[in-house]
């Protein structure tokens, strides 16, 4: 991705204030760490270029904007309510600006009701391989970038966006996570 990082291109509307208190957001921190162990979230300035999600009763919870996905705390972890993708402003319980991809993982989750965790990281290894892709590149943060994404997600449980990055997906964390491992040994 030759794009810098300028933070999150929508208004975040905060609806609650508050650290939250979801149990699995043990769980998704341990696979945040995991991931940067793996070189999958490269530092960027003060934060780590990657974000995690799962789904929830109310929406999905994603790793902040501009996190340091080796070193989280609890209010390092957003609950995304809504999107409103015509004004670009984004409901969320919580104590910081969801991920700058917030918008992506709403609709992947909106279009695919069978999974449950998105993982998006960066990989050489992976960028240089076979898997399928998006046709074009587009800047970060954008809904240009979902609506490529879209075009080709399919039932896919892992996909390439051009020149940036993945995009796994799984039923569970867990599974989301294997989508990458047996990616890195398939290509
Ligand atoms: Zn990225």
Same mark, same amino acid.
């Given at each position: 991705?030759?794009?810098?990082?300028?933070?999150?291109?929508?208004?975040?509307?905060?609806?609650?204030? %508050?650290?939250? !208190?979801?149990?699995?957001? %043990? !769980?998704?921190?341990?696979?945040?760490?995991?991931?940067? %162990? *793996?070189? +999958? @979230?490269? #530092?960027?300035?003060?934060? &780590? =270029?990657?974000? *995690?999600?799962?789904?929830?009763?109310?929406?999905?919870?994603?790793? @902040?904007?501009? $996190?340091? *996905?080796?070193?989280?705390?609890?209010?390092?972890?957003?609950?995304?309510?809504?999107?409103?993708?015509?004004?670009?402003?984004?409901?969320?319980?919580?104590?910081? $600006?969801?991920?700058?991809?917030?918008?992506?993982?709403?609709?992947?989750? !909106?279009?695919? /009701?069978?999974?449950? @965790?998105?993982?998006?990281?960066?990989?050489?290894?992976?960028?240089?391989?076979? +898997?399928? &892709? /998006?046709?074009? %590149?587009?800047?970060?943060?954008?809904?240009? *970038? =979902?609506?490529?994404?879209?075009?080709?997600?399919? #039932?896919?449980?892992?996909?390439?966006?051009?020149?940036?990055?993945?995009? &796994?997906?799984?039923?569970?964390?867990?599974? @989301?996570? $294997? $989508?990458?491992?047996?990616?890195?040994? !398939?290509?």
């Amino acid at each position: 991705m030759n794009e810098t990082y300028q933070g999150v291109k929508f208004e975040t509307l905060f609806i609650k204030k %508050e650290i939250l !208190k979801n149990k699995r957001i %043990e !769980k998704l921190n341990y696979w945040c760490k995991r991931f940067s %162990e *793996l070189g +999958f @979230a490269p #530092k960027i300035g003060d934060g &780590s =270029a990657g974000n *995690l999600s799962f789904r929830t009763s109310n929406g999905f919870i994603i790793t @902040a904007s501009n $996190s340091d *996905l080796r070193n989280m705390t609890n209010d390092d972890f957003v609950e995304v309510l809504d999107v409103n993708l015509k004004s670009k402003n984004i409901k969320v319980i919580g104590k910081k $600006s969801p991920s700058s991809e917030s918008m992506l993982h709403f609709l992947v989750y !909106k279009n695919r /009701t069978d999974i449950n @965790a998105i993982f998006h990281g960066h990989s050489k290894e992976l960028l240089n391989s076979n +898997f399928i &892709s /998006t046709k074009k %590149e587009k800047p970060y943060g954008t809904i240009e *970038l =979902a609506e490529e994404v879209l075009k080709i997600l399919g #039932k896919k449980n892992l996909i390439l966006m051009k020149n940036h990055g993945f995009l &796994s997906f799984g039923k569970t964390m867990n599974e @989301a996570w $294997s $989508s990458i491992i047996l990616s890195m040994k !398939k290509k």
